[in-house]
């Protein structure tokens, strides 16, 4: 139902565009979000975007340098990533909420996407 792509090997300060497209009922998508895994660690909240994309939130680490948007037209939810840093460094997964109750608790996404690799290294 959710096919994400556009991750990618990177320098520190580079930049990346994540995509994910979804497929299947648009009311199965109250909230579309991005979480990211890091080798060792738990998958931790990155971005969140309304139904309406008039509503966002981020992780604190990617406050002012990602942006999460949607194209209705075609039913896709991006992460624009810039001033990226090694510990940016995850496999990055699109995950979506069949609820109107706002969450960022990754128990609360019922759709994920496959993950895409996101390395930043010099």
């Known amino acids: 139902q959710l096919q994400a792509w556009g991750g990618g090997s990177v320098q520190p300060g580079g930049s990346l565009r994540l995509s994910c497209a979804a497929s299947g009922r648009p009311g199965d998508m109250y909230y579309t979000g991005w979480f990211r895994q890091a080798p060792g660690k738990e998958r931790e909240f990155v971005a969140l975007i309304s139904w309406s994309g008039a509503s966002k939130w981020y992780g604190n680490f990617g406050k002012g340098r990602f942006t999460i948007s949607r194209d209705y037209t075609k039913n896709t939810v991006y992460l624009e990533m810039n001033s990226l840093k090694p510990e940016d460094t995850a496999v990055y997964y699109c995950?979506?909420?069949?609820?109107?109750?706002?969450?960022?608790?990754?128990?609360?996404?019922?759709?994920w996407g496959q993950g895409t690799q996101v390395t930043v290294s010099s």
């Open positions: 995950a979506a909420r069949d609820s109107a109750l706002w969450s960022i608790d990754k128990s609360d996404f019922g759709s």
